[in-house]
């Protein structure tokens, strides 16, 4: 089972940016669909993007409240996921996970998550 550590969080202001980063254990990694989730205080854990697995072009999906304002994106070199997020709002403040989809027989895992507030 891959193992999962997100890095990157802070406190910014509106409108700056913050690049997450998702480092997995082993070399296992590329097989791996890819997601990052969020969690707000007293809300549902939510996908907030993915991208498919694979060495040669990636599909990606974004919620829409997101589109155009974050980037998700993969170095399977690295065994590394990324979230770029621009144009933070105050309504982006959440705990942000990053999760490996199961796979086949091979169970998916989630990382511990990295704090992201949005206040001025």
């Known amino acids: 089972q891959v193992q999962l550590v997100e890095s990157g969080g802070g406190l910014v202001q509106p409108g700056g940016s913050l690049r997450l980063s998702c480092a997995a254990s082993?070399?296992?990694?590329?097989?791996?669909?890819m997601a990052w989730y969020r969690q707000a205080p007293g809300k549902q854990r939510e996908l907030v993007a993915s991208?498919?697995?694979?060495?040669?072009?990636?599909?990606?999906y974004y919620v829409d409240s997101v589109r155009g304002r974050f980037t998700i994106s993969r170095d399977n070199a690295k065994s590394t996921l990324y979230l770029q997020m621009n144009s933070l709002k105050p309504e982006d403040t959440a705990r942000y996970y990053c999760?490996?989809?199961?796979?086949?027989?091979?169970?998916?895992?989630w990382g511990q998550g990295t704090q992201v507030t949005v206040s001025k």
């Open positions: 999760k490996a989809e199961p796979i086949g027989l091979l169970p998916g895992s």
């Open positions: 991208i498919t697995r694979g060495a040669n072009g990636h599909s990606t």
């Open positions: 082993g070399n296992m990694f590329s097989i791996y669909d």
